[in-house]
C-alpha cells in the first residue's frame, strides 16, 4: 500500500481525482482551493461546517459531496489558527487525509498551500507526503477479513505542488524513501514473534537491505562468542533460537566521507523477562521489544538513495529474552566485549546487557559519535508518557544536535540527566557493576548510567524509546502497533550530521556534573 505523491498541473476545481481535499483554517476560515468547493455546493459550505460542528481544528475532517469538480467528494481538512500552520500541522493534516480517504483510490489537495507564508514549498510538499503515507499505514498480515486502503494516488494542486518545481519533486521522492523505511521498520515490530526469531529478524534485515548501498554483516551465536559479546549471549542463551548480530555500513560513495556516526538498537525479538519473569498481563506488547533495532535499520535503508555523505555503521543485536533451563539466573555474572564484568540481579533488565557489548564495539571504531535507540525502561514511560522519548547524553553538543534534528523530524523527545550521584547505585558487590540499580526509583536514568559505563567518554546520545515505539491507538501520523519511532530522526541526523569537537578541545559536560574517576578505576 504505497503512496504516490504527485504535482498535478490543474486547478482544483478541474483535476480528476476520487476526492480532492482542502484546508480549513480555525474559525472555519476558508483557505486555498476551498472556495471552489463552497461554490461546487452552491454557497452551502458555512452550512454545512456549522450543521456537522466542524470547525477547522487541526485533525478535524469533513466530507462533503460535490458537483461541477473533477471530484464527486471533497473532504474538508482542519488545519488550525492560519498564523500557526507548520510542517507539524501539514503532516497531521495528511494522516487525516489517508485515514478518511480509505475508499477513494486517488486524492487531489491543496493542503500544501496552506501553509505558504511560513514553510517553504518543498518543505510543505515533504510534510504532506510523509503525513499520507504514515497515516495510511495498515498491518493487515494476518487479518484475512481485512480492508486494506484504496488510496495509492495524492496530487499535490497549488503552491505546495507546482510552484515549487524541481525541489517539490526532490521532497516527494525523499519523503517515499523515509517514509517506505518507517513502513518496514512498523512492519516487523508488529510481527508477531513466533515468526521473528533472531535469525528471521536477521533475514528480514538483508532482504531489507540488499542492494540499498550497504555491506551488511550477520554473526551467528557461535561468532557473537568468539567476539566476546558476553551480554548478548547471556541474554540469548534461555532461547532455543539462538541470537544474531547484524553490522551494517554505509559509506558514501568516492570515499569522502565527513565523519561517522554509530547506531545502536536494541533487538530483543521477545523480552518474557527471563527467569525474572514478567506478569502475563500485557507481555504480548513485548513483541515490539526490537523497536531500537528496527529503526536503526530501517535508517540504514535510506542512506545511499538520500546521498548521505557520512559514514554511517549500525549495531543491531538480536536476541530473544526467554526463561529455560540454561537461560542466566538472578547472581551470575556476565563478561562484557569491553572486559568489564556485570552482575545480573534481574534478568529483566537484558535490554542494557545486550547493549552494553554493541555501544563497546562501536567504541572500539572509534566513531565521531553515538546514538543508541532502545526499548529500554518502563520507567521511562512512567515519566514522559507514551508518546515522548527519553534522550540521555554525555556531550550537551551532541545531545542538542540529535534533539534539533528530533524536533525537525516531528519525533517527540525530552532530555533527562545523567546524575553522577546515581551511580553508586549500580555498584555491585561481586562484579564491576549491577545490571539494576539498588534504588526503585529513576529506572530510566540509572539505565542511561548502565549504558554510559560503556561509552568510553566518546559522544553518545542515548534514546529510550520504550513508550513512543508502540502506539496504544491511531492519532495522526501513528498507527496502532508498532510506530517505526526513531527512522525519522536517525535519517535526519544522517543527513546533517556535524561531527562533535573531538575530545580534547571541548568542554566536557555531561547531563549534570562532571564525572568521578572511581568508576573507571574498576575496569578491565
Ligand atoms: N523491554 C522492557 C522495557 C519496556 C517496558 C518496554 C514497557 C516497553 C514497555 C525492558 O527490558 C525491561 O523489562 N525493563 C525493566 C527494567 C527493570 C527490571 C530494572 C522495567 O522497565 O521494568
Ligand atoms: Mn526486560
Ligand atoms: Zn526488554
Redesign the pocket.
Known sequence: MTITCTVASQPIGKVKADLVAVPVFAKRVLGPGAGEVDRALGGALARFMNKAGFEGKPGETLMVPVAGMGAKTALLVGVGARDEVSAATLRRAGASIARRATSAASVATTVASAASASVAPEAAAYALAEGTALGAYQYLAFKTKGEPTKLRRVMLVGDGGSGGGKAVTAALARARVVTDAVAWARDIVNEPSLTKSPADFAASAKRLLAGKGVTVTVLTESQIRAQKMGGVIGVGQGSERPPRFVKVVYAPPGGKARGTLALVGKG?TF?T?GI?I?PADGME??K??MGGAAAALGAMSTLEALGVRHRVVSYTPMVE?MPSGNAIRPGDVLRMRDGQTVEVL?T????RLILADELAWAVDEKPDAIVDLA?????C?VALGEKVAGLMGNDDSWSAQVQAAADRAGEPMWHLPLPDDYRKNLESEVADLRN??NNRYG?ALT?GLFLEAFVDDRPWVHLDI??P??ASADDGELARGGTGFGVRTLVELARTFEPPQPKKSRTKKSGTKKKPTTTKAARR
Do not use: F, P, Y
Request: hydrophobic share 40%.
Open positions: 530483543v523480552d523477562g525474572s514478567k506488547a513485548m515490539t521489544d529474552n534481574n529483566d533488565a537484558e535490554g526499548t529500554l525502561t518502563g520507567a514511560v539494576i540499580s529506572g539505565a520504550a513508550g515505539a508502540r
